[in-house]
């Protein structure tokens, strides 16, 4: 039997000495040309077709929000999708946090086997495979990375998710990681990676292109802007934290 082709081979090209030290200058650093491009094409794939997308939303009254899987968001009605909208607009609105973006949790997806055989079992696996794991507590410092968590989202017209910082001290949290792997994103389409100072200024906007890493240490304030209802196709990635618990 053929072996399947790797879905997260980092590209051996990576400078792991100067990613390490935009990590401990400036606590994030963002990459292309991250894996190597078969890998980096697949997964494009996946995502854009052979993925079922459910839903992350948090609203009015929802502070950890909710997750709905493929199969729920399908049964729902246009109003009852609405009304989520309305209500994670209505938190943003008021300065709470919120977010609203499509999502395939994989973790979870893995562990009750939503899908078997799907594809994006293997990246799980792959991301936490010694490679990849080794490659996190280098660039980090954070030697006691044990694990990564992972999720495939999307976020198309009307999705966001507001200024956070990531920090949940029980999951042990060391590194946050954003793959990007949407193709000719525009910068009017919205979907970047805003990193904020305690003013709420901007410091760095990244702009999500294909086949290029966001990392940054947690915790650190950070959002995802507006993608607007014009933009004419999804932000799709792969987004997590290398964990030590």
């Given at each position: 039997m053929t072996e399947a082709p790797a879905?997260?081979?980092l590209n051996p090209a990576l400078d792991r000495a100067a990613i390490r030290a935009a990590l401990a200058e400036n606590r994030l650093v963002q990459v292309e040309d991250f894996l190597e491009p078969q890998s980096a094409e697949a997964?494009?794939?996946i995502l854009s077709q052979h993925t079922p997308f459910g839903l992350a939303w948090a609203g009015d009254g929802q502070p950890g929000g909710q997750h709905l899987r493929p199969e729920q968001l399908?049964?729902?009605s246009p109003e009852q999708k609405a009304a989520m909208g309305n209500a994670a607009a209505?938190?943003?609105a008021g300065g709470r946090f919120a977010f609203l973006y499509g999502q395939y949790p994989l973790v979870e997806a893995y562990k009750q086997q939503w899908h078997p055989g799907h594809p994006l079992y293997q990246l799980l696996?792959?991301?936490n495979g010694a490679p990849v794991i080794d490659f996190a507590?280098?660039?980090s410092g954070h030697?006691?990375?044990l694990k990564a968590d992972a999720q495939a989202t999307v976020y198309a017209g009307g999705h966001f998710l507001?200024?956070?910082?990531?920090l949940v001290e029980v999951e042990g949290r060391r590194l946050a990681y954003v793959l990007n792997l949407a193709k000719d994103w525009k910068p009017d389409w919205g979907g970047y990676l805003n990193f904020m100072d305690a003013k709420g200024n901007v410091v760095a906007g990244f702009m999500p292109r294909f086949n290029t890493m966001n990392l940054f240490l947690v915790p650190l304030r950070h959002n995802v802007s507006h993608v607007p209802p014009f933009a004419p196709m999804g932000r799709f990635a792969i987004t997590g934290w290398f964990r030590n618990t």
């Open positions: 879905l997260f081979a997964l494009w794939q399908r049964a729902m209505s938190a943003a696996e792959e991301v507590r280098e660039v030697h006691d990375i507001t200024d956070h910082d990531d």
